[in-house]
């Protein structure tokens, strides 16, 4: 029986042995097949070991899958998102209180110098226009005389004086808002 086993092992050998026999051809290309599996797995070894380095630096030595990082990366842009779209209504609302203030803050002002009484006593009063952004405000006129001096405040509110100006409060309020109209009165 050994005997029979070796005769059959020799006649397979000897089909091999003839590498131009099908036998031989079949044997050669299961052989390379072999070794390119065995290459190309080596080659992927070596890629994942790569990956899986990038993987740790990105993921910061964490133990948690990628996609796991993902959505908890994602969870954190939300979050991150959603405080600054907060912030940011928080700074329009005060962006538009001081808007607001200010909007009542003196905007347009002129001081006018001149004689009242027609002395020569060297332009000593003064008339005053301080304007918000709407054009409201007041005008303070100081008239000096030798001997006394008097303070006058008129309220103006959208450009249109309550009391009749004089022509130098007059002067001062065109003066103050750039306005190249003619003197009223």
């Not at 209180?97 to 009063?125: F, N, P």
């Not at 004086?161 to 808002?177: Q, T, V």
Request: charged share 25%.
């Amino acid at each position: 029986m050994a005997r029979l086993r070796s005769g059959a092992g020799d006649r397979i050998l000897s089909s091999v042995h003839n590498l131009t026999s099908t036998a031989g051809i079949v044997a050669m290309a299961a052989g390379a097949c072999a070794l390119l599996a065995l290459l190309v797995c080596a080659v992927l070894g070596l890629k994942l070991r790569r990956l899986r380095a990038a993987q740790r630096m990105v993921m910061g030595g964490a133990e948690q899958d990628l996609i796991a990082h993902a959505a908890a990366l994602q969870e954190q842009f939300e979050a991150l998102y959603g405080y600054v779209q907060d912030a940011a209504e928080r700074l329009d609302g005060r962006m538009d209180t001081a808007e607001r203030r200010l909007d009542r803050t003196v905007a347009y002002r002129s001081l006018i110098r001149y004689d009242a009484y027609g002395e020569m006593s060297g332009r000593q009063s003064t008339s005053i226009a301080l304007l918000d952004a709407n054009r409201s405000g007041l005008i303070l006129s100081s008239i000096h005389h030798r001997d006394q001096a008097r303070l006058y405040a008129k309220e103006v509110r959208e450009g249109k004086p309550e009391l009749e100006l004089s022509p130098e409060e007059d002067e001062a309020i065109r003066r103050a808002l750039g306005d190249d109209r003619p003197p009223s009165g």
